[in-house]
Structure formats: structure tokens, C-alpha cells
């Protein structure tokens, strides 16, 4: 027997796992006890009218919200199909607002959940789809989750005598309260079983009734079940939230009590730390109450443990230790729980909670000891039967709760030390506690939610639709839709959110709105209310608030403000002369909501008009003087600035106009030779690139309106050299690599306006030249490489023959290569086919009976062309939905690309045998990815379709993605998806 330097207060038996411990020590914790027993008789006799009173006040609700029975569509469906489960709960009074059901796949042992279809008072109906055969196995049901009102159940069908499962494509035994028949023969043959029956549901009396399907079993079941029906034990359902679960974590030791060591490592720090992470995920869970009886290096005496538990009001503490022997081969985990003396409810569940965490932590790959009780050789319980041994399950036994010591790994044990060394595996004890308390309890992560309101408010020509709710969850979205009554039919006001209001815009009428909320953990829940509408809010809203202006010294700038939930709007602006009583027009319709107004003096009434894209329309009025006249047919040159450059200057000049279409032309005249010259005719530009001889030059900037008012602005300029000789200059190569092609750019200077390119690349693996353009006036071109390393040399041209070049070396990688060595080993095709699904029983007789067999051929056939064999092999589990198949190619044609299936139903080409599909399916890869000959016959139907080395890329083979318009497929990002989707994830299982 382990020693526990704290909890132990009696010397063991087992001197060969144990040491004796002080005597003394033991008679001074008895006559505490004593003293314990005494104080808590006075406290046991109040608590018990209390707890007789709670104890109504529970078995009440767990009454109301007990299991009555459960049914099973099938014992076994086939795939693809719908099991179908129904669960009565309580009865015709009883509201069941949330349900799951939880299930196992026996074989993988993975658990499951499924949220409740349909939900009637009284019963529940909760549907399990399965698509294909990979799902084989048989499913056990484990118990059912539940909420009614605030208050949340669960209960465990094994608990209840409830032995429920079925089989998909598999035979096997099931024993729920009912299962569906098929047709009459299986009634007449259930007939002849003693009390076996096809669906049933109870009736107004208190009888059961068979029914000819789940649904009228769940319709019969809504219409009530009267208490008489109940035959499951309520109370073994654990109640979570009618009372919170209180749970102590008591790390044993601290401060002075060092505990045991060992290892360099104290029991103390240990304990303190596997709480610390016990409680941060316990209280992820919903319903529960954590403490500690230490949170630091504090020593805290046994009783006053279990006193603070009690005022804590637990329903169980559970002391943390760390254990030691004599023995260095001792290793492992061993929980003691309560005996079954004086309270035998308590012993049970100590045991049964004992259990829940055992099998959590022996998980983690820790020995199990087993769970143990250990009695005091003389102390007694009131009641004259013997104690417990340990103080902490002693005390807290006569306070009224459970308490457990769990010793996790021993001190004295090296492999053991080893373990505990790591933090990551104390935090991973910590939640394998933690898991195994709250598997005890019922506990789930799952948190509630309500929807508590629908309102709605007017705001701008639209309605809010606002929902109140309440949740602890995080991640609640909301969908809104609508009924219109008058039309009888349905509309959608919001897709998915996690807006709690959104902007609707009906027409008059009568509806339902209705708010379907779900959060990050599935709950998810519905409410609808009546609404009745009589303004039409269908229309966009548009609103004008006002009009500004600022008056310039040629214009009047004038623009409205405005609100709109329209996608456009646009204005026009009129002004009315009120002297001549005529309307002119300052702007036609455009999107913008300013102009500039070319006013004569005078007084006007200024107007603008709006209108959405859908037709809603408003004006704006303001009375407006022009004191004098501001027309737009005006230019002012302000001054001339200019850029030295190295071989050009720019020239440019500042100006103002009311005319948007201002032209300007340069002029240059040479003082040395007397003679004008023009830099830039007539145009829209207000700058210019001048190439002068050296000199002196008077530089003029003229302007002219489009009405043809005319200024000039002139400069004396000196030319300290000659910028007329023909220059070039390649600064660089940008290289821009795309989807099947690169695109080549060359930065240059010149001030020749007619430069022109040649592009060349050399292979440095073929030591070969390429003209990719010869002379072209375009510095972009648009080059079809394959990967390899490169130098890519441009030369440029000028007009009178001045060249610069400029070369840059570049590694390409166009994509995964089709051809070449494999990067993968059967082995590793195994091993990810079987992660992903099971290998068809379909290919049982074939050549390739066993997966092993099925790769071992792509293996072979892609070895025998040069094809990777990752390649075929991951086309094929995308092509067939890793041999399961299920579009216009069935399993029997041997066909595993859909060679020849283009769709609308066409099947495509069947072969003969695995080998000879996988063969057509390599060949037809290698005629898109190379130019050689076959190394066997061709088999494949369709090769000679193909232009040969189109693809030699995975990438390239959607033809979206092929730079000359080839491919295997018309999807987008085909050959992308093999090698994401596939080929990187056999790869990346593989290291």
C-alpha cells in the first residue's frame, strides 16, 4: 500500500508497499474525529428537513422531465439512408426546448452528437443520415441532453436498462423500449416474440398503441402521455442546473508539508499545479461551481479541508496527492473512495465517481491501480460501523458529500517522475480529472440560449428588426425572414449575421417575422411574432437636407447634402431667373452632388433634383442673389515651373479657368538663332517635356478657354547643355509569374517617344537561346516557361538606333511536375487511403483485393510510363471520392478519372480489370504531360484526343488554368485542388 503522507492516519498492512505511520499521529486524528461526529449530529438533524424538502422539489421536476421511452426506426438501415430515433420525455404538459442525443461508432469508437429534428410536447425526434458505405458499423445510443425551462438533464440509457443500437450495412442486437417495423409480415412475425412490438406511443389511459411509423408515434406522443407511462428511473438522471454543482479541489499539503519527494520534485507543488488546471476546465463546463482549499504554498489543517467544503455547500471534494513507495516498482494511479457504511449513497458515489476519473487518467497511458476503499481498523461511524479510513473521505462522509483522494503517479517510481516532470502532462492530468467529474455529472460545454423579443423600430424610410436575447455562448448568428400572409408565401429579410438588428423594407400588409439564432456549440433556437404593416418601405429612401455654396471670383460652387440607402443617385441643378422668368440649366443628370454655376448677376431661385436608381425622387429650393457676374469663359496663367532632368526638361505652368477644357501649347524661341520652335501643339495637358539645344530661350506657355479667350505666360530659360541627343535606359526586369505563364517588364528612361523591344531568354539547362518578341514598341511581354533557371535579356532601341540591354537571372517553379521520380512510398498511399475511408468490398474478387493491392498497381503503372505515382493516385481519390464513388462512373467500370464521362449523364469508359483502368488513366497523363512514346500498348481510348505536352504541369490541368486552353477538366482550379487538396496532405502524413 502507497504512503499519502497527509491523507493516511493509520499504518498499512502491506509492509512491502507501505511504511508505518505514527501512531500518535493516528489517536489524535480519532479523537478529532470524535469530536466531528458530535458537532455534526445537531447539524445532521437540521439539514435533513432541509434536504427532504429539496428532495421533493427535485424528484417533482426530475418527474416532469423523466424518460418514458425510446424507439428505433431500424436495427439496421442501409447506406445511403436515415435512421430515425424518437425519445418521450415527461409528459403532455412538458416543454422540451433543446435536446441532443449522444451515440458511438463502435467500431472507431468515435462519439457523437445530433441535435433533436423535431421537438413535440412530450416527444423528441432526432435523424442520423448516412451517405455512403465508409459509415459501416454499428452505432451505439448513449444517452439523451435535454432542457426544460432552465433547467438541463441528461440521462444515460445503460444507466436506465435501455441497451440501444443499430447497424448501418451491418447486422446487430439492439434492445431499445421499440423498433420500427418494415412491413406486415414483420408485424405478424413480432407478433410471435413476448412482449416485443413495432412503434408505439401511450395513450390518453395510460395504454400503449402501435403505430405504423415514427412519425405518427411522435405526433401520437405530443398529444400527451399521462405519468402512468414513466418507466424509466427518473432518478437516476443527473439534474445540472435546478441545483448548481458545487465541486472542491483540494491539493493536498502546502506550506511546512512538503509532502512526498522525489526526483527533485515536491508532491506539494505538484498537487497545486494539477488543481490549478483541474478548475480552469472545469469551468469551461456549463452548471458547475469550482473551489479550492488552496490556491498557493499555504498549509491548510484535514478538517478545516472538508469544514470549507461544507460551507462551500460541495457536492464532492476531490483531494489531489501525488503518491510513494517503498517499492521503486510501484507505478501508477489508484483513487480511494468512500466505503459503504453509515451512508451508502455516498460510498456509491464516491466509487461511481472514482471510475469516471480512473478511466480518464489511465487514458493518458498511467498504470491503473484500480479504485479502492480503505477502512479504519478501530474507528467507528455513529452508527457502530467502521470509518473510512482517510480523514479527508472520513470527514466529509459525516458532512454529508463525497469525498475522493486520488493519487495520480508515484514519487518513487522513475518512469513516473519522468512523467510528471512535464507541465504539459500535469496540465493533461488536470483535465483528465476534469473530464472525469464532469462525465460524473452530466456536465456539458454547451451553453443556453434564449430569444427573448422581436421589435421593431422606423428609422429612414426603412424598418429595424431588432431581437433581445440571452446566452452564455459565443458566436450567435441570426437569420430574419418574413411571411407575408397576403401572399402566402415566405421571404428572407437576412442571410446568416451576428447583427441582433438588421433593416427591412416591406410593403404594406400582414406578417410573421420570424428569427432562427444559432451558436458556436449548435444550440440553436426559433421564435416568431405577428406584425402588421401599412406604410410601403419598399421604395429606397433618399432625403435632401439643405444646399451650400461658395462663391469664387469666376464661379459658384453649389452642392446639396443628402441621405440615401440607395446603391446611386444622381442630381441635376436648375436655376430660374427671376427678372427674365426663365429656367436654365447649370447641370444635367450625373452622380455627383456638386456643380459649378456660371451665374450672371441677378436673383434666382436655385434648384436641385435627386432620384434613385429605382425611381424615388426629391427637389431642394434656395433663393440665391448674384451680386455680380461670374461666368466661366476666363483663363489666368500664373507661372511657369520646370524639372531638370538628365537628358530632358519638364515644363509645366499653373493656372485658373471656369472652362474644364482649357488647351496649351509650348513654344520655345531661341535667342543665339532668332527662330520659334513648338515643345507641345495644342492639348489638354498643362505639361511638357522640352529637349533643347544649349542656349538662351525665352519658354512660353499659352492657353486658350473653349470659347476662345486666349493667355500667355513667358520666362527667360538658359540651357547649360545640349538635351536633344538620342538617349536610352533600362533600369530593370519585373517578373510577374501567374497561373501557366510569366509576364516580363522592362523600366526604362528615354526621350524618345518610340523606343522599341526585343526579348530573349537562355535555358541554362539546355545551354539554349529563345526569342520570345522581336521588336515590338510594347515593354511588356508575355512568356510560356517551363520550371528551370534562366537568364532573361531585353534590349531596347531608340527611333535613330541607340540600344541598351539588361539581363537578370530568374528560378521558376511552374508547378508539380507530372512526370518524374515519385515522392511518395506505398506504404504512405496506404496509410492515407486508410485514414481517409475503408477500401471497398466491391474489389474483393479483383485484382486488387486488398488497398495494398491497389496501390502496389499505381505504383507499378506509373513507375512503367515515368508518371508519379502520387499523382495518379491522388487524381483517382479525387475523381472518385476516395473509391466510393457516387456521380455518372460507377464502381464496376474500373474507370478512376472519369475518362470519357463529360457529363449530362455520360458514363464514360469502362475497362476490364483495376490494372487495366489505372493503365488507361497513367497513359492518358502522360500524353498530356510529355511528348514520349508508351512504354505498353495503349489502352487508354481517348489518347490520341490529347495535344501532347500541353500539361506538364498537375496545375495545368484544368483547363482554365492551361496557358494554351487544354486540360483534363473544365473546373476551376482542377489540377489545383490535386495538389492542395491531395497530394500535399499525402505528402505532409508522410514525414
Same mark, same amino acid.
Given at each position: 500500500?502507497?504512503?499519502?503522507?497527509?491523507?493516511?492516519?493509520?499504518?498499512?498492512?502491506?509492509?512491502?508497499?507501505?511504511?508505518?505511520?505514527?501512531?500518535?499521529?493516528?489517536?489524535?486524528?480519532?479523537?478529532?474525529?470524535?469530536?466531528?461526529?458530535?458537532?455534526?449530529?445537531?447539524?445532521?438533524?437540521?439539514?435533513?428537513?432541509?434536504?427532504?424538502?429539496?428532495?421533493?422539489?427535485?424528484?417533482?421536476?426530475?418527474?416532469?422531465? $423523466?424518460?418514458?421511452?425510446?424507439?428505433?426506426?431500424?436495427?439496421?438501415?442501409?447506406?445511403?439512408?436515415?435512421?430515425?430515433?424518437?425519445?418521450?420525455?415527461?409528459?403532455?404538459?412538458?416543454?422540451?426546448?433543446?435536446?441532443?442525443?449522444?451515440?458511438?461508432?463502435?467500431?472507431?469508437?468515435?462519439?457523437?452528437?445530433?441535435?433533436?429534428?423535431?421537438?413535440?410536447?412530450?416527444?423528441?425526434?432526432?435523424?442520423?443520415?448516412?451517405?455512403?458505405?465508409?459509415?459501416?458499423?454499428?452505432?451505439?445510443?448513449?444517452?439523451?441532453?435535454?432542457?426544460?425551462?432552465?433547467?438541463?438533464?441528461?440521462?444515460?440509457?445503460?444507466?436506465?436498462?435501455?441497451?440501444?443500437?443499430?447497424?448501418?450495412?451491418?447486422?446487430?442486437?439492439?434492445?431499445?423500449?421499440?423498433?420500427?417495423?418494415?412491413?406486415?409480415?414483420?408485424?405478424?412475425?413480432?407478433?410471435?416474440?413476448?412482449?416485443?412490438?413495432?412503434?408505439?406511443?401511450?395513450?390518453?389511459?395510460?395504454?400503449?398503441?402501435?403505430?405504423?411509423?415514427?412519425?405518427?408515434?411522435?405526433?401520437?406522443?405530443?398529444?400527451?402521455?399521462?405519468?402512468?407511462?414513466?418507466?424509466?428511473?427518473?432518478?437516476?438522471?443527473?439534474?445540472?442546473?435546478?441545483?448548481?454543482?458545487?465541486?472542491?479541489?483540494?491539493?493536498?499539503?502546502?506550506?511546512?508539508?512538503?509532502?512526498?519527494?522525489?526526483?527533485?520534485?515536491?508532491?506539494?507543488?505538484?498537487?497545486?499545479?494539477?488543481?490549478?488546471?483541474?478548475?480552469?476546465?472545469?469551468?469551461?463546463?456549463?452548471?458547475?461551481?469550482?473551489?479550492?482549499?488552496?490556491?498557493?504554498?499555504?498549509?491548510?489543517?484535514? =478538517?478545516?479541508?472538508?469544514?470549507?467544503?461544507?460551507?462551500?455547500?460541495?457536492?464532492?471534494?476531490?483531494?489531489?496527492?501525488?503518491?510513494?513507495?517503498?517499492?521503486?516498482?510501484?507505478?501508477?494511479?489508484?483513487?480511494?473512495?468512500?466505503?459503504?457504511?453509515?451512508?451508502?449513497?455516498?460510498?456509491?458515489?464516491?466509487?461511481?465517481?472514482?471510475?469516471?476519473?480512473?478511466?480518464?487518467?489511465?487514458?493518458?497511458?498511467?498504470?491503473?491501480?484500480?479504485?479502492?476503499?480503505?477502512?479504519?481498523?478501530?474507528?467507528?461511524?455513529?452508527?457502530?460501523?467502521?470509518?473510512?479510513?482517510?480523514?479527508?473521505?472520513?470527514?466529509?462522509?459525516?458532512?454529508?458529500?463525497?469525498?475522493?483522494?486520488?493519487?495520480?503517479?508515484?514519487?518513487?517510481?522513475?518512469?513516473?517522475?519522468?512523467?510528471? #516532470?512535464?507541465?504539459?502532462?500535469?496540465?493533461?492530468?488536470?483535465?483528465?480529472?476534469?473530464?472525469?467529474?464532469?462525465?460524473?455529472?452530466?456536465?456539458?460545454?454547451?451553453?443556453?440560449?434564449?430569444?427573448?423579443?422581436?421589435?421593431?423600430?422606423?428609422?429612414?424610410?426603412?424598418?429595424?428588426?431588432?431581437?433581445?436575447?440571452?446566452?452564455?455562448?459565443?458566436?450567435?448568428?441570426?437569420?430574419?425572414?418574413?411571411?407575408?400572409?397576403?401572399?402566402?408565401?415566405?421571404?428572407?429579410?437576412?442571410?446568416?449575421?451576428?447583427?441582433?438588428?438588421?433593416?427591412?423594407?416591406?410593403?404594406?400588409?400582414?406578417?410573421?417575422?420570424?428569427?432562427?439564432?444559432?451558436?458556436?456549440?449548435?444550440?440553436?433556437?426559433?421564435?416568431?411574432?405577428?406584425?402588421?404593416?401599412?406604410?410601403?418601405?419598399?421604395?429606397?429612401?433618399?432625403?435632401?437636407?439643405?444646399?451650400?455654396?461658395?462663391?469664387?471670383?469666376? $464661379?459658384?460652387?453649389?452642392?446639396?447634402?443628402?441621405?440615401?440607402?440607395?446603391? #446611386?443617385?444622381?442630381?441635376?441643378?436648375?436655376?430660374?431667373?427671376?427678372?427674365?422668368?426663365?429656367?436654365?440649366?447649370?447641370?444635367?443628370?450625373?452622380?455627383?452632388?456638386?456643380?459649378?454655376?456660371?451665374?450672371?448677376?441677378?436673383?434666382?431661385?436655385?434648384?436641385?433634383?435627386?432620384?434613385?436608381?429605382?425611381?424615388?425622387?426629391?427637389?431642394?429650393?434656395?433663393?440665391?442673389?448674384?451680386?455680380?457676374?461670374?461666368?466661366?469663359?476666363?483663363?489666368?496663367?500664373?507661372?511657369?515651373?520646370?524639372?531638370?532632368?538628365?537628358?530632358?526638361?519638364?515644363?509645366?505652368?499653373?493656372?485658373?479657368?471656369?472652362?474644364?477644357?482649357?488647351?496649351?501649347?509650348?513654344?520655345?524661341?531661341?535667342?543665339?538663332?532668332?527662330?520659334?520652335?513648338?515643345?507641345?501643339?495644342?492639348?489638354?495637358?498643362?505639361?511638357?517635356?522640352?529637349?533643347?539645344?544649349?542656349?538662351?530661350?525665352?519658354?512660353?506657355?499659352?492657353?486658350?478657354? #473653349?470659347?476662345?479667350?486666349?493667355?500667355?505666360?513667358?520666362?527667360?530659360?538658359?540651357?547649360?547643355?545640349?538635351?536633344?541627343?538620342?538617349?536610352?535606359?533600362?533600369?530593370?526586369?519585373?517578373?510577374?509569374?501567374?497561373?501557366?505563364?510569366?509576364?516580363?517588364?522592362?523600366?526604362?528612361?528615354?526621350?524618345?517617344?518610340?523606343?522599341?523591344?526585343?526579348?530573349?531568354?537562355?535555358?541554362?539547362?539546355?545551354?539554349?537561346?529563345?526569342?520570345?518578341?522581336?521588336?515590338?514598341?510594347?515593354?511588356?511581354?508575355?512568356?510560356?516557361?517551363?520550371?528551370?533557371?534562366?537568364?532573361?535579356?531585353?534590349?531596347?532601341?531608340?527611333?535613330?538606333?541607340?540600344?541598351?540591354?539588361?539581363?537578370?537571372?530568374?528560378?521558376?517553379?511552374?508547378?508539380?511536375?507530372?512526370?518524374?521520380?515519385?515522392?511518395?512510398?506505398?506504404?504512405?498511399?496506404?496509410?492515407?487511403?486508410?485514414?481517409?475511408?475503408?477500401?471497398?468490398?466491391?474489389?474483393?474478387?479483383? =485484382?486488387?483485393?486488398?488497398?495494398?493491392?491497389?496501390?502496389?498497381?499505381?505504383?507499378?503503372?506509373?513507375?512503367?510510363?515515368?508518371?508519379?505515382?502520387?499523382?495518379?493516385?491522388?487524381?483517382?481519390?479525387?475523381?472518385?471520392?476516395?473509391?466510393?464513388?457516387?456521380?455518372?462512373?460507377?464502381?464496376?467500370?474500373?474507370?478512376?478519372?472519369?475518362?470519357?464521362?463529360?457529363?449530362?449523364?455520360?458514363?464514360?469508359?469502362?475497362?476490364?480489370?483495376?490494372?487495366?483502368?489505372?493503365?488507361?488513366?497513367?497513359?492518358?497523363?502522360?500524353?498530356?504531360?510529355?511528348?514520349?512514346?508508351?512504354?505498353?500498348?495503349?489502352?487508354?481510348?481517348?489518347?490520341?484526343?490529347?495535344?501532347?505536352?500541353?500539361?506538364?504541369?498537375?496545375?495545368?490541368?484544368?483547363?482554365?488554368?492551361?496557358?494554351?486552353?487544354?486540360?483534363?477538366?473544365?473546373?476551376?482550379?482542377?489540377?489545383?485542388?490535386?495538389?492542395?487538396?491531395?497530394?500535399?496532405?499525402?505528402?505532409?502524413?508522410?514525414?
Amino acid at each position: 500500500m502507497p504512503v499519502d503522507t497527509e491523507q493516511q492516519t493509520e499504518a498499512p498492512a502491506d509492509t512491502e508497499q507501505a511504511v508505518e505511520s505514527d501512531a500518535a499521529a493516528y489517536e489524535a486524528v480519532e479523537a478529532e474525529a470524535e469530536e466531528d461526529a458530535a458537532m455534526e449530529e445537531q447539524m445532521d438533524a437540521e439539514d435533513e428537513a432541509l434536504e427532504e424538502e429539496d428532495d421533493t422539489e427535485e424528484a417533482d421536476t426530475l418527474l416532469a422531465g $423523466s424518460i418514458n421511452y425510446l424507439t428505433v426506426d431500424a436495427a439496421q438501415i442501409q447506406a445511403p439512408g436515415t435512421q430515425n430515433v424518437v425519445v418521450s420525455i415527461g409528459s403532455d404538459d412538458t416543454t422540451v426546448d433543446s435536446a441532443t442525443l449522444s451515440y458511438k461508432n463502435v467500431t472507431t469508437g468515435e462519439e457523437k452528437t445530433v441535435a433533436a429534428g423535431t421537438i413535440k410536447p412530450g416527444a423528441v425526434l432526432f435523424s442520423m443520415s448516412y451517405s455512403d458505405t465508409s459509415e459501416r458499423s454499428v452505432y451505439q445510443l448513449s444517452g439523451v441532453t435535454y432542457t426544460i425551462g432552465k433547467q438541463t438533464f441528461y440521462a444515460d440509457f445503460a444507466a436506465n436498462g435501455i441497451d440501444a443500437k443499430y447497424g448501418v450495412n451491418q447486422e446487430t442486437e439492439t434492445n431499445p423500449d421499440a423498433v420500427m417495423t418494415d412491413d406486415k409480415a414483420d408485424e405478424e412475425a413480432q407478433t410471435d416474440l413476448d412482449g416485443a412490438i413495432s412503434v408505439v406511443s401511450i395513450d390518453e389511459n395510460g395504454n400503449e398503441v402501435q403505430e405504423s411509423s415514427i412519425a405518427e408515434a411522435i405526433d401520437a406522443a405530443s398529444e400527451g402521455t399521462p405519468e402512468s407511462a414513466v418507466s424509466v428511473q427518473s432518478a437516476d438522471e443527473t439534474l445540472l442546473t435546478a441545483k448548481n454543482v458545487v465541486v472542491v479541489l483540494d491539493p493536498g499539503h502546502g506550506g511546512s508539508d512538503s509532502g512526498t519527494t522525489g526526483g527533485g520534485l515536491k508532491e506539494k507543488d505538484l498537487n497545486l499545479k494539477i488543481a490549478q488546471y483541474c478548475k480552469a476546465e472545469l469551468e469551461q463546463y456549463y452548471g458547475v461551481t469550482v473551489y479550492m482549499t488552496r490556491t498557493t504554498d499555504t498549509y491548510v489543517s484535514l =478538517d478545516d479541508r472538508t469544514t470549507m467544503a461544507k460551507n462551500w455547500g460541495a457536492n464532492v471534494i476531490v483531494s489531489i496527492h501525488i503518491n510513494n513507495s517503498s517499492s521503486t516498482s510501484a507505478s501508477g494511479v489508484e483513487i480511494y473512495y468512500p466505503n459503504s457504511n453509515y451512508n451508502s449513497q455516498i460510498g456509491s458515489q464516491g466509487s461511481a465517481l472514482a471510475s469516471r476519473i480512473l478511466s480518464q487518467l489511465t487514458a493518458l497511458g498511467l498504470t491503473n491501480r484500480g479504485t479502492k476503499i480503505r477502512n479504519a481498523n478501530d474507528t467507528t461511524y455513529p452508527d457502530g460501523s467502521k470509518a473510512d479510513y482517510y480523514s479527508i473521505i472520513r470527514n466529509a462522509k459525516i458532512k454529508g458529500f463525497p469525498g475522493i483522494i486520488v493519487e495520480h503517479a508515484f514519487l518513487s517510481n522513475s518512469k513516473d517522475v519522468s512523467f510528471l #516532470s512535464s507541465d504539459a502532462n500535469l496540465k493533461r492530468v488536470g483535465v483528465a480529472d476534469a473530464t472525469g467529474i464532469a462525465q460524473y455529472f452530466g456536465l456539458s460545454k454547451q451553453a443556453s440560449m434564449s430569444i427573448d423579443s422581436i421589435t421593431t423600430t422606423e428609422s429612414k424610410g426603412a424598418l429595424t428588426v431588432n431581437v433581445g436575447y440571452t446566452t452564455n455562448a459565443s458566436g450567435i448568428q441570426f437569420r430574419y425572414t418574413y411571411y407575408d400572409v397576403n401572399k402566402g408565401s415566405w421571404g428572407l429579410i437576412s442571410e446568416w449575421t451576428t447583427a441582433s438588428s438588421v433593416k427591412w423594407k416591406p410593403t404594406p400588409g400582414t406578417y410573421w417575422i420570424q428569427v432562427s439564432a444559432i451558436d458556436s456549440n449548435n444550440i440553436a433556437k426559433v421564435s416568431t411574432v405577428g406584425f402588421q404593416n401599412n406604410t410601403d418601405y419598399s421604395k429606397s429612401y433618399l432625403a435632401l437636407n439643405g444646399i451650400c455654396y461658395q462663391v469664387k471670383d469666376h $464661379s459658384i460652387d453649389a452642392g446639396v447634402a443628402y441621405e440615401t440607402d440607395a446603391s #446611386s443617385v444622381q442630381f441635376r441643378w436648375l436655376a430660374y431667373n427671376l427678372k427674365t422668368q426663365e429656367w436654365s440649366s447649370i447641370s444635367d443628370w450625373y452622380a455627383g452632388n456638386w456643380t459649378t454655376w456660371y451665374a450672371k448677376a441677378g436673383d434666382y431661385w436655385l434648384y436641385v433634383e435627386a432620384k434613385t436608381n429605382d425611381g424615388v425622387t426629391k427637389n431642394y429650393t434656395i433663393c440665391f442673389h448674384a451680386a455680380e457676374d461670374h461666368t466661366n469663359d476666363y483663363v489666368n496663367l500664373n507661372g511657369i515651373c520646370y524639372q531638370i532632368k538628365d537628358h530632358s526638361i519638364d515644363v509645366g505652368v499653373a493656372y485658373d479657368s471656369g472652362d474644364p477644357k482649357v488647351k496649351f501649347r509650348w513654344q520655345a524661341y531661341n535667342l543665339d538663332t532668332g527662330g520659334w520652335e513648338t515643345i507641345a501643339d495644342w492639348n489638354g495637358g498643362n505639361w511638357a517635356t522640352w529637349t533643347p539645344h544649349a542656349g538662351n530661350y525665352w519658354l512660353q506657355a499659352q492657353a486658350t478657354t #473653349s470659347s476662345g479667350t486666349v493667355a500667355a505666360y513667358t520666362i527667360c530659360f538658359a540651357a547649360t547643355k545640349d538635351y536633344s541627343a538620342d538617349y536610352i535606359k533600362v533600369n530593370g526586369v519585373c517578373v510577374v509569374q501567374s497561373t501557366g505563364k510569366v509576364d516580363l517588364g522592362a523600366s526604362y528612361e528615354s526621350n524618345d517617344s518610340n523606343v522599341q523591344f526585343m526579348w530573349q531568354i537562355y535555358d541554362l539547362s539546355s545551354s539554349q537561346w529563345t526569342t520570345i518578341t522581336t521588336w515590338t514598341g510594347a515593354n511588356w511581354t508575355t512568356w510560356k516557361p517551363a520550371s528551370g533557371s534562366y537568364w532573361i535579356y531585353v534590349t531596347a532601341r531608340t527611333s535613330k538606333g541607340s540600344t541598351a540591354t539588361f539581363c537578370q537571372g530568374v528560378t521558376l517553379n511552374m508547378g508539380y511536375a507530372i512526370m518524374g521520380s515519385s515522392g511518395t512510398t506505398l506504404t504512405q498511399m496506404i496509410n492515407y487511403y486508410n485514414s481517409k475511408a475503408i477500401y471497398p468490398t466491391f474489389y474483393m474478387y479483383s =485484382d486488387a483485393p486488398t488497398i495494398m493491392d491497389f496501390c502496389r498497381i499505381y505504383v507499378e503503372e506509373c513507375t512503367a510510363e515515368g508518371v508519379k505515382p502520387e499523382v495518379a493516385f491522388c487524381q483517382t481519390m479525387k475523381e472518385t471520392g476516395f473509391l466510393t464513388f457516387g456521380g455518372d462512373v460507377s464502381i464496376t467500370q474500373y474507370n478512376f478519372a472519369g475518362l470519357g464521362a463529360t457529363g449530362n449523364g455520360a458514363t464514360g469508359d469502362s475497362f476490364s480489370s483495376v490494372r487495366e483502368g489505372v493503365r488507361a488513366q497513367v497513359q492518358h497523363l502522360k500524353a498530356y504531360a510529355s511528348t514520349a512514346s508508351l512504354s505498353y500498348p495503349c489502352v487508354d481510348k481517348r489518347f490520341s484526343y490529347v495535344s501532347r505536352g500541353c500539361a506538364p504541369y498537375v496545375e495545368w490541368l484544368g483547363i482554365s488554368e492551361n496557358p494554351y486552353g487544354k486540360g483534363w477538366a473544365t473546373a476551376k482550379n482542377y489540377g489545383y485542388s490535386i495538389v492542395n487538396g491531395y497530394i500535399s496532405k499525402l505528402l505532409a502524413a508522410a514525414k
